[in-house]
């Protein structure tokens, strides 16, 4: 007996890439950025409710507020995008969420490299956390750079825009059948 329910051309399921893809993408764009900005407001907090006198000598500015802002925007900004990329299949979706993941890639690599680029001010003293958090600088720009190309990348390829696209076209299926000819 034939099962005639059979469809000549199968839903495409999710890539393992998309979905790694976006889980980096908010690990990296989303909980780094808010987990620094719950504790620079929390230690901020802690600090002002200490005596005076007991900090005498200890910098309790941490970030500036417009810093909080953009990395709370970006994170949110982010969040959203991504959260409809993994519950949405839509063309327009993967292509907003790709522009997305691009623009915090390139402002969170733009801020890194202007913090370093920025003279310490020998007002507060040099002190050896601030040359190692200069040092650290270059491993999380090569980081945050390696995890944008490699989500920009993955949401660009065939599989991925079939998985939005809900189908597959003819190309896709030739390119299918050549990748298991060639296995």
Known sequence: MTDTSFDQNPKPHRPFGVSLAILLSLMIFVLIPMVLVVFFVASNDVFYRIESQAMAGVDINGMDPQSFIVASIVAAVVLVLGLAAWRVRSEWIRRFYSASVLIAGILATAALVLSVQTGSDLQNGIDSMTQAARDNVAIFV??????????????????????????????????????YEDA
Do not use: C
């Open 142 to 179: 090569i980081v945050i750079v390696a995890v944008t190309a490699f989500i920009v990348w993955m949401m660009q390829r065939w599989s991925a825009k079939a998985f939005y696209r809900g189908h597959y076209t003819e190309e896709d299926f030739i390119r299918i059948q050549k990748t």
